[in-house]
């Protein structure tokens, strides 16, 4: 050992020490620009171009913005603006677009006068893209001329240079994302869109379009909403049931900076709260969303009182006041603090403080103005306090209940040896015979097994005490270990996989939504850390001979069964369909389902909180003509939805 430390020793010294040059730093260390080479990051790509249209359009100078995918996976983001300068640039000596597309950190955004409110806060986006694509074109037309450079993997190929006249004004970037760079080069429309129909809500009157061309699945949206949040929020409600018809609005500016807020409530028990700080959605929330949060309970208290409904001595907490709320809060300012180049969430202090002040003055002014609107709020967050305090009974109830069994551990849980969360999953089985197989297969030493029975409770239907007292739900509850709701701590968690196992069919299908809407309403925090699982058994077994394979869709097994033929066409391959997991023997249920060596298991992530919501509330909720039409539209790729 000391030889070898002596060697490093000697062997560092200067020469071990190395600079990036450009954008070598991007495409050396890419996830620390985008977040992640994986599917999140390759669209992320188009985020940071299409934010640069989006800043024109702050500045009030484009209406206009087109996504495309084209063959290939070719990315192209067209808008209207003024178009990026191509004058030269002081500092460096050369134009303004070389600039952009090839400098990290530059760009009309840190106070040299070229935008007031921006989301591109680092000036890294456009250069990003260059350095993670394998080759770009970017095309400014403005004073007549459409003006051209081409790139590749950021090193440029063709220098500025004029390639036609035009009468039309605007930047048009197409580019295709470096295999070398990203696990996978294929765009998801889907997610695409869902992106630029947030972008088309948040700036009224913005139209923006998205257009698939690719073979086989072509398709376009067009995007406008004159409406702005409000239009947002109505949206986010589409599939619910609202307590009011009138969406509430209030806005106001301060300085440099402004904020807007729409909300409704509905019949339901779930909160929504969406905020975006120059567009940029920060899931993290931060200070805009902590001025709402107080706002609002202070208001709603006050009005409480003020008509007589709550005594002197009662109030209501925060998340009675916002329990089957629906708000988008939307802030812009001239110098915004995000955390990270992901801008998770906002640190201004002073946003804060503008939508504190905001909200108390303008909606007690709307209350005030509309008693119903009002009292149906009022009466609703009563409701909630009531039910809460007698969550609270249930779970005190549970919690001395537990103490007196053997272990506090459910009768139907066969646990694992292993004390270390992190090495110990735990699988979910629908039916007693499917869960007997898997506790005689399973490996003790760390899977365990708790079974599940009939049809569970839908949670989207109910309040937070009857789901204490659910039979179906308190023994998962208890199984993990690390409460619901409020009270979830995932640092108390039991296991840190927790794997839904249920058939390919519609109760198994259920079965899986039902659990997987518990998860997402009471216990997020398991799935944005990426706890949790669904099982994937296997469809075929392939059988030549003593060569055995598994397949898991029809498309994969004449796959399959072709390869085993091999030169030989008429090879007998035997294939047998596997029966539903009940029906299965310990050993085929360990080799097909269970065992890590060989078994397939999909993360679920959240992906986009707002489309899980909108896809839990849609499935699971009362309105039946909504949730028809998603399943009509989507009922070819529902089997692979990445909730």
């Known amino acids: 050992m000391a030889d070898i430390t002596d060697k490093i020793t000697k062997e560092y010294d200067a020469s071990q020490i190395q600079v990036l040059e450009g954008l070598e730093a991007v495409r050396k260390r890419p996830g620390m620009y985008i977040g992640s080479t994986s599917s999140s990051g390759l669209h992320h790509l188009v985020y940071e171009i299409v934010d640069n249209s989006i800043d024109e359009a702050l500045a009030g100078y484009c209406k206009n913005i087109s996504v495309i995918i084209k063959e290939g996976d070719i990315i192209q983001v067209i808008d209207d603006g003024r178009g990026i300068p191509v004058d030269t640039q002081d500092q460096t000596g050369k134009s303004a677009l070389e600039v952009v597309f090839t400098v990290l950190h530059a760009g009309g955004k840190f106070g040299g006068g070229g935008y007031k409110v921006s989301g591109g806060l680092h000036g890294v986006g456009a250069s990003v893209v260059n350095a993670l694509s394998e080759w770009l074109t970017v095309q400014v037309s403005k004073d007549g001329k459409i003006y051209e450079m081409r790139f590749s993997r950021g090193e440029i190929t063709q220098h500025l240079t004029v390639v036609g006249r035009t009468d039309r004004i605007g930047t048009t970037v197409t580019f295709k994302p470096d295999p070398e760079m990203f696990e996978d080069t294929v765009y998801d429309y889907s997610i695409l869109h869902q992106r630029m129909r947030e972008q088309a809500f948040l700036n009224a009157g913005l139209r923006i379009c998205t257009v698939d061309e690719r073979p086989g699945m072509e398709t376009s949206d067009e995007m406008c909403y004159e409406g702005g949040i409000r239009e947002f929020v109505s949206f986010l409600n589409r599939s619910k049931t609202p307590l009011h018809d009138e969406v509430i609005y209030v806005s106001g500016v301060r300085a440099d900076s402004e904020a807007e807020i729409a909300l409704q409530y509905n019949d339901g028990y779930s909160e929504v709260i969406d905020s975006f700080a120059n567009n940029i959605h920060t899931p993290g929330g931060g200070m805009h969303e902590t001025g709402f949060k107080t706002a ?278 035997d294939i047998s369909r596997y029966k539903g997991l009940g029906e299965m023997n310990k050993d085929e249920l360990w080799e097909t389902t269970m065992d890590p060596e060989k078994r397939t298991l999909r993360r679920i992530t959240l992906g986009d909180a707002i489309e899980a919501d909108q896809i839990f509330s849609l499935l699971m909720g009362e309105e039946v003509e909504p949730r028809r039409d998603w399943i009509e539209t989507n009922a070819k790729r529902v089997v692979n939805l990445d909730i």
Not at 314 to 341: H, N, W, Y
Not at 441 to 470: C, H, P, T
Not at 521 to 547: C, D, F, H, W
């Open 296 to 573: 609002l309970t202070r208001v709603l208290n006050a009005y409480g009182k003020k008509i007589g409904v709550l005594k002197d001595g009662d109030s209501l907490s925060g998340e009675d006041c916002r329990e089957g709320m629906t708000a988008v809060i939307s802030v812009k300012l001239t110098d915004p603090q995000f955390e990270g180049q992901t801008k998770d969430k906002l640190g201004n202090s002073e946003m804060r403080t503008l939508v504190d002040s905001i909200l108390q003055e303008k909606l007690t002014e709307f209350l005030e103005e509309n008693p119903g609107v009002g009292r149906a709020v009022i009466e609703k967050a009563i409701t909630a306090s009531r039910a809460r305090e007698a969550a609270r009974k249930a779970r005190e109830s549970i919690r001395n209940k537990s103490g007196l069994e053997s272990g506090g551990m459910p009768e139907k849980l066969k646990d694992c040896n292993e004390k270390d969360p992190a090495l110990c999953e735990i699988y979910i089985v629908e039916g007693d015979s499917a869960a007997g197989s898997a506790n005689q297969g399973r490996d003790s030493r760390f899977q365990a097994v708790l079974a599940m029975w009939g049809k569970m409770l839908n949670v989207e239907k109910a309040r937070v005490d009857k789901i204490y007292k659910n039979d179906k739900l308190q023994p998962v509850i208890t199984a993990l270990g690390a409460g619901i709701g409020e009270d979830f701590n995932v640092e108390k968690l039991r296991y840190h996989k927790v794997i839904i196992m249920a058939d390919a069919d519609v109760d198994g299908s259920h079965i899986r939504t039902l659990l997987l809407t518990f998860f997402f309403r009471y216990m997020r925090p398991l799935i944005e850390n990426g706890y949790v699982y669904s099982a994937v058994p296997p469809l075929y077994k392939l059988t030549r001979g003593k060569q055995q394979r598994v397949a898991y869709s029809d498309a994969e097994r004449d796959r399959i069964s072709a390869e085993m033929r091999g030169d030989n066409p008429n090879a007998k391959i």
